[in-house]
């Protein structure tokens, strides 16, 4: 299984835009990935209601991971978004 630890770089966490931001990305990448709290359970990182229920807050670390072929790239794609605080993913990662 592919796992990747960041922390949150939105200062207001994965509420609102930045968790609208981060689901579009999770779907996007075409393979399941599921989002944690460091130390909670694992829920499916492309749907908006579960990624609001973690309330992750700003500086926590999250744990992003899956077993699908490729997750490794799509992992380092989503962690740079989330600990940057991007709006979007550069089309260059």
Do not use: Q
């Not at 630890?5 to 968790?19: F, S, T």
């Not at 997750?71 to 600990?83: E, K, M, Q, W, Y």
């Amino acid at each position: 299984m592919a796992e990747r630890r960041v922390n949150i770089g939105w200062a207001e966490g994965l509420h609102a835009r930045p968790a609208s931001v981060f689901v579009r990305a999770a779907t996007a990448s075409g393979i399941p990935v599921t989002i944690a709290k460091a130390d909670g359970t694992p829920v499916n990182a492309a749907s908006m209601l579960a990624v609001l229920g973690l309330g992750a807050k700003g500086g926590e670390e999250i744990v992003l991971a899956s077993e699908a072929e490729g997750a490794d790239a799509a992992l380092d794609r989503l962690a740079r978004l989330v600990a940057e605080g991007l709006e979007e993913l550069p089309e260059t990662v």
